[in-house]
Structures are given as C-alpha cells and as structure tokens.
C-alpha cells in the first residue's frame, strides 16, 4: 500500500507542472481531474483534484485541507483570505483501524492497542477511540479505557455527552459535567490542530497582504 500511495504521489508531483492563476473564480474552484489531466498543469488544488480522485481510483480516501503560510489561524474572522494554500489528507487512520481491529478480534490485544493508538492519533475519530476502548478494558487498563469512552464521547459532532456507571448515556449533562465535558472537547481539539513552521519564503510573502489586513482589522477592534 505504502508504495502504491508514493506512487501516485510521485506522478501527480512531477509529472504536472505547479502553476497558480489567482484571479476570479480560479482562486477558489479548482478546475476538474480531467482538465488537470490534460492540461498538465495546475495550481495546488488542481493537483489535489487529480490526486485525490487517482487514489480514490485506487481504493484510498484523500481530503483536501486548507492551511495559512504567514499568518496564526484567528478564530474569530471567518475569512478564507487567512489560507493562501492547500494539501491533501490520507486518512491512513481507517486502515489502521481494520487492522488493529483484526487483532482484535484475535485475542492480540498489544499489536491491537498499538495499530489503534496511531488509528485514534490521526483520525480523532469515535469509533476508532471505541475500538481502542475496548482493546484497554481486554488489556486491564481501566484509567485508560474510562479516558478513552471520554475522549469517544467528546469526538461526536453535535451531541453533548455524558458517561454514566453503565456506558455512554446521551442528554444535557448535570452542571458539575460540563466542565469535565468541555476539558475532553479541548484535548479533541488540540489533537486536530497542526500548528505549521518553516514554508518557503516565497509563500509568506505571497501572503502578506492578507496578513496586513488582518493587523489592520483587529486594531480597529
């Protein structure tokens, strides 16, 4: 699989010259995989265009992710002028969930709590912090399993979650939990955010326009 996916990587990277129109609608539509295909070129989403549908062709889930080059990601300013380029996402955590799921359910709970632990890193996801749940509770690691059922609970989109003495119990926690609640909310959180250093030059500069803007913004504030 690793060599498979460095392939398609290798093509998609060198075969297809990186060139940037950032004017109208193509600052923010990438044009289709076929066009990068023909074209040969394209700008970073364009790339991600056609390599995100040649690894789907290939059996491999990829999504695009927006990132900032010079500026810090500011919550409060809803405004796409803060990303100035793209990268695409393996989600290699969905394999490394079967897998350690298989172990599993072989009774090989240590290469199970391994392949998880890297599943439930990369992916935050419920299901996953569920397997890697159960895999703690075989293992005897009780502190471990109970943060875990925390950690599933918080990752869930739009449901408030509180863990009862028999399981998962779904509903308005009790004032006293909602503190506890939001402190699993943020390590969730903080597991999701990548802080990015050291990009090329070129791409800080190309955002500096932004980056004056935003100053400019929160001074008016």
Same mark, same amino acid.
């Given at each position: 699989?690793?060599?498979?996916?460095?392939?398609?990587?290798?093509?998609?990277?060198?075969?297809?010259?990186?060139?940037?129109?950032?004017? #109208?609608?193509?600052?923010?539509?990438?044009?289709?995989?076929?066009? &990068?295909?023909?074209?040969?070129?394209?700008?970073?989403?364009?790339?991600?265009?056609?390599?995100?549908?040649?690894?789907?062709?290939? #059996?491999?889930?990829?999504?695009?992710?927006?990132?900032? +080059?010079?500026?810090?990601?500011?919550?409060?300013?809803?405004?796409?002028?803060?990303?100035?380029?793209?990268?695409? @996402?393996?989600?290699?955590?969905?394999?490394?969930?079967?897998?350690?799921?298989?172990?599993?359910?072989?009774?090989?709970?240590?290469?199970?709590?391994?392949?998880?632990?890297?599943?439930?890193?990369?992916?935050?996801?419920?299901?996953?912090?569920?397997?890697?749940?159960?895999?703690?509770?075989?293992?005897?690691?009780?502190?471990?399993?109970?943060?875990?059922?925390?950690?599933?609970?918080?990752?869930?989109?739009?449901?408030? &979650?509180? @863990?009862?003495?028999?399981?998962?119990?779904?509903?308005?926690?009790?004032?006293?939990?909602?503190?506890?609640?939001?402190?699993? @909310?943020?390590? @969730?959180?903080?597991?999701?955010?990548?802080?990015?250093?050291?990009?090329?030059?070129?791409?800080?500069?190309?955002? +500096?326009?932004?980056? +004056?803007?935003?100053?400019?913004?929160?001074?008016?504030?």
């Amino acid at each position: 699989d690793d060599a498979k996916q460095r392939a398609i990587y290798a093509y998609v990277a060198t075969q297809f010259r990186y060139i940037g129109l950032s004017f #109208g609608i193509g600052r923010y539509q990438p044009h289709s995989a076929d066009e &990068v295909l023909q074209n040969k070129f394209g700008d970073c989403k364009d790339k991600h265009t056609l390599f995100a549908a040649l690894m789907k062709a290939a #059996g491999y889930d990829v999504s695009p992710a927006l990132i900032g +080059s010079a500026t810090k990601l500011d919550e409060s300013i809803p405004y796409p002028g803060q990303f100035d380029h793209l990268i695409s @996402v393996l989600h290699q955590g969905a394999i490394w969930d079967t897998v350690g799921w298989i172990d599993f359910k072989q009774a090989n709970y240590s290469d199970a709590e391994r392949y998880l632990r890297s599943a439930w890193l990369l992916s935050q996801n419920a299901d996953v912090a569920d397997h890697l749940r159960k895999t703690y509770e075989k293992e005897g690691k009780l502190v471990e399993a109970r943060h875990m059922q925390k950690l599933a609970a918080a990752s869930r989109p739009n449901r408030v &979650v509180r @863990v009862g003495k028999n399981g998962i119990v779904t509903g308005l926690p009790s004032p006293n939990k909602r503190a506890e609640n939001e402190k699993y @909310v943020l390590e @969730v959180q903080k597991l999701r955010t990548t802080e990015i250093s050291g990009l090329p030059k070129k791409w800080r500069q190309r955002n +500096s326009g932004w980056s +004056s803007l935003l100053r400019d913004w929160k001074k008016s504030k």
